[in-house]
Each structure stands twice: as structure tokens, then as C-alpha cells.
């Protein structure tokens, strides 16, 4: 079974790597793709800090959604934590590694596939590449998608 490697570079946008990463999970239960599309993400330095960052992003729409009544006071408090929010997400690279695993015999799936994925929103502006197996630099894409895992 040949392997496909795509991937993709969100750099310090986060809220696309969540969003990717929820098609992904949607794309393998509609489709039943448990065992062929496979993905891991890449943090970085920064991936102990990557999990604070979306409470830290919901915190402020709270209190601006509670009424325009909030205090001052109250409002200067979430501004602090959506600065602090954006910190961890600029010190957060998150690059994903997705594998596309057909047999033989789903050659023209594993195409569709291969085409229709960077074609979707989340995935367009994460400059995607397609490594193949035989192509430079395929073996180290592997072997850095095995060392996530």
C-alpha cells in the first residue's frame, strides 16, 4: 500500500489548524477513512501552551456578549487575556501531516482525495504540498509523521 503525504503549514493560526482538524474528523467518519487518512500535528516549541490559548480566545467574547452594560474594570481583564492568547499563539507553529493510505485498487479515490483536500478552505492558505512515495524527500516526511505518532 502506497502512502500519500500532504502538508500543511498554519504557522501561528490556530483557530485554522482547529477548524482543519474538525473536517478531518468529519471527512473520516462520513466517509469511513478510520485507517486510510491519517494525521498528526506539529507544534513546535510552543505546544504546552497551544491548549491555554483557545479558553484564553473565548474568555473575551463572553463579557462583550453579556450586554454593553459590563464595567470598565470588567472589560480591561479579558483584553489582558486575549494578549496573553495571542502571545502563545505566535510562539505556536502548528504544521499537519496528513497520510493518505489506499490500496491499489482505490487509485482514483485516493486522487479525489489527493485533489479535493487543499482545495477546501482551511486547507487553501496552509501552502499545501503532496509528497509521493518515491519523491525527494519523502522518507524524511515519513519518518517525521512515525516520530509524531
Known sequence: MA???????????????QQARHKLDSWKQAFRL??????EFDRGDGA???ASEPQA???????AAKGKG?????????KATKKEGEKVAAATQAKLYLRLAFSNHEKLTEQRW????PA???F????????????PGFDEVEGHFEELD
Open 124 to 135: 487553501k492558505e496552509a501552502s499545501p504540498a503532496a509528497i509521493r512515495e518515491g519523491e
Open 3 to 17: 502512502h500519500i503525504y500532504l502538508t500543511f503549514d498554519f504557522a501561528g493560526n490556530e483557530e485554522k489548524a
Open 57 to 63: 480566545a473565548e474568555d473575551p467574547e463572553k463579557p
Open 120 to 122: 477546501e478552505e482551511p
Open 48 to 50: 504546552s501552551g497551544a
Open 34 to 39: 478510520d485507517k486510510k487518512l491519517l494525521y
Open 114 to 117: 489527493v485533489d479535493r483536500i
Open 70 to 78: 459590563a464595567k470598565a474594570g470588567k472589560a480591561a481583564k479579558p
